[in-house]
C-alpha cells in the first residue's frame, strides 16, 4: 500500500514537471500564429512613433511596425495602449505579446525582459520657448526643467543636477507622459525638456506647439528596441530578423520619412557593436 502511493506520488510529479516544461516551451511566436492575434505594447502619447490621430486610431511608426508583425505572422494586429512606467510590467504580467514603444535597453531591464537590435535612434535635442534665453545645452543650467519619469532624458538630467545645475538654482519635474511634459513646457511651468531630434520635427509640423524652438542638440542619443519575454529565444530571434528585415527592404526608411519628416535617416548601428 505504500509502494503504492509513493509510486503515484512519483508519477504525479513527473506529470505535473513535464506539463510545466511543455509549456514553458510554447513560444509566443508559436501561440500568435495560432491565436491569428499579435498584441502589441505602445505608448499612445509619444508622437510620432505612437498617438491617435485625427479619426482617434493608433497611429505612428511603432504602430505600423505592429502591423507589419501582424501581416507577417497571418494574425491581426491588437495595439494595447502601455503608459511609459507600464512597459516591462505588461509584458512580464502577459497583457502584451510585444513592446514596441521607444524602449531604452539597459542591463537592468534586460534581468526582466530580452531586446531585439536598436529599431530606432533619437538623437536629442533641446527643446525650449523663445522668452527663456536658453540657447544651447549649456544654458540649461539654471532653468526650470521638466521631463518624462524613468525616460533617458531624465537619467541625464539627473546626473547634471548632481554635478551642481541643482546648485545652481535647477529645478527637475518629471510627468507621467511626453504629452504632459509638452505641455507643461507650453504654458511656462517648466522653461526646457529634452525631445528627439525627429520628433521636434513632427511637432513642428503640427502646428499645435508653434512656440517651441530648437536650441541645439544634448549629449545623448537614445537607441530603443523592440521587447519580449526574458526566456523566449524563440520569439526573440524571430523579431530580431524581423528589425534587420525592415532595415535592408527599405521598410524602415520609408515609415521613418511618413512619420518623421523628409531629414536624414538615422543609423541604428553603432560604431564598436556588433549585434
Not at 498584441?39 to 482617434?56: E, V
Not at 521638466?146 to 538654482?169: F, H, N, R
Not at 527637475?172 to 520635427?201: C, P, R, W
Request: charged share 20%.
Amino acid at each position: 500500500m505504500h509502494t503504492s502511493k509513493l509510486t503515484i506520488m512519483i508519477l504525479a510529479t513527473a506529470i505535473g514537471a513535464l506539463a510545466s516544461n511543455m509549456a514553458l516551451a510554447e513560444s509566443t511566436l508559436d501561440r500568435v500564429i495560432g491565436s491569428k492575434k499579435l498584441r502589441c505594447g505602445i505608448m499612445m502619447d509619444n508622437p510620432p512613433s505612437g498617438f491617435r490621430n485625427a479619426a482617434n486610431e493608433p497611429d505612428g511608426l511603432d504602430v505600423v511596425y505592429c502591423k507589419d508583425m501582424a501581416k507577417i505572422l497571418g494574425a491581426e494586429a491588437e495595439v494595447v495602449e502601455t503608459p511609459s512606467p507600464d512597459r516591462i510590467p505588461a509584458l512580464v504580467s502577459n497583457r502584451i505579446d510585444v513592446l514596441i514603444a521607444s524602449t531604452t535597453p539597459t542591463p537592468q531591464r534586460a534581468l526582466t525582459v530580452a531586446f531585439t537590435q536598436p529599431y530606432m535612434n533619437f538623437t536629442m535635442g533641446v527643446i525650449t520657448r523663445a522668452d527663456t534665453g536658453i540657447k544651447s545645452y549649456a544654458d540649461l543650467k539654471g532653468k526650470k526643467l521638466g521631463g518624462v519619469v524613468g525616460s533617458t532624458q531624465e537619467q541625464l538630467i539627473d546626473k547634471e543636477m548632481e554635478a551642481g545645475w541643482a546648485a545652481a538654482g535647477s529645478t527637475y519635474t518629471g510627468y507621467a507622459s511626453d504629452a504632459e511634459s509638452y505641455l507643461a513646457l507650453q504654458q511656462g511651468k517648466v522653461d526646457s525638456i529634452l525631445v528627439a531630434m525627429g520628433v521636434f520635427n513632427a511637432l513642428s509640423q503640427s502646428g499645435q506647439f508653434s512656440e517651441f524652438v530648437l536650441a541645439g542638440a544634448a549629449p545623448l542619443s537614445d537607441t530603443v528596441a523592440i521587447a519580449v519575454k526574458r526566456d523566449d529565444q524563440q520569439f526573440l530571434n524571430w523579431t530580431k530578423q524581423f528589425v534587420w528585415q525592415q532595415v535592408t527592404s527599405g521598410r524602415f526608411a520609408e515609415v521613418y520619412k511618413t512619420y518623421f519628416g523628409e531629414g536624414p535617416v538615422p543609423a541604428l548601428a553603432i560604431s564598436g557593436v556588433d549585434y
